[in-house]
């Protein structure tokens, strides 16, 4: 009977968590109530049947993220130092000394940067900030592949964001800029083409449009700032819909 309770409740906040208040609104477990939200994120990915990635990346080296179907969905991510073993092989005692070392805000650079995209790529250089200096730092993030609807949309067009009746859009992640050669390119000067780090991921997309059952915005540089002058960009938003009775 125990069991059955806990597997009922569980499936509760597990709807509860996963019409709104979802692991991917946590920023950090520092918290005693954003601590209980981590554990029952991760409880609700498990009995969900949702299985999490965890990729550690040494020093500066490049670490990939990337999903075969749905979108990235950043769960836990720690930039620093918090045990001796990990990325330790050829490194001095000192190197390796501090276990409490950890970026406060590396998991909303993190999520700011991925969340949304079918694949993201990064390293120690994102962060503007040395958590330890001295120390050997590792990045380590844990995420999911979620379903989501996804919308590319060429410069000075408009994404249109909908949802069925009942139903309010949630964005997870948007970003406005260039990252291939190919998107929205038709009868484009090579030139406006070839700027292909252009990533500014933005929240202007979730602030006008989360909460609405339809909404639309202009894929401009009016709208989000101009990240690469003399590049033509596209929009790229990936988004859900919730249950309107959550927000």
């Known amino acids: ?8 409740l ?16 946590v920023t950090t477990c520092g918290a005693h109530v954003q601590r209980l939200s981590c554990v029952l994120a991760a409880a609700c990915l498990l009995f969900a049947g949702v299985s999490a990635v965890t990729v550690t990346t040494c020093g500066p080296h490049v670490q990939r993220l990337s999903c075969d179907s749905g979108v990235i969905d950043v769960q836990l991510v720690l930039y620093g130092r918090n045990d001796h073993e990990t990325c330790a092989t050829g490194k001095a005692a000192e190197e390796v000394a501090t276990t409490d070392c950890s970026l406060a805000d590396a998991q909303f650079i993190v ?15 994102i962060f503007a900030t040395d958590p330890c200096p001295n120390i050997f730092k590792y990045l ?10 996804r919308l590319v949309v060429c410069e000075q067009s408009f994404a249109h964001l909908e949802c069925d009746e009942n139903q309010v859009i949630s964005v997870i992640g948007a ?3 260039r990252r291939d050669g190919t998107t929205c390119s038709f009868r484009r000067l090579s030139s406006k083409l070839e700027n292909t780090q252009c990533i500014s991921p933005t929240n ?3 602030e006008k449009c989360n909460g609405k059952n339809s909404c639309s915005i202009r ?18 938003v990936a988004y859900t819909c919730q249950g309107k009775w959550v927000l």
């Open 1 to 8: 009977m125990l069991h059955l309770c806990i597997t009922v």
């Open 10 to 25: 569980l499936a509760a906040v597990c709807l509860l968590l996963g019409a709104g208040v979802s692991a991917t609104k």
């Open 111 to 125: 999520r700011t940067r991925c969340n949304g995209k079918t694949e993201c790529e990064l390293n120690h250089s």
């Open 140 to 149: 380590k993030t844990t995420y999911t592949c979620i379903p989501a609807k």
């Open 175 to 177: 970003d406005f800029g």
């Open 204 to 206: 202007k997309v979730a």
């Open 219 to 236: 894929a401009a540089s009016s709208v989000f700032g101009d990240p690469c002058l003399e590049t033509y960009k596209y929009l790229e």
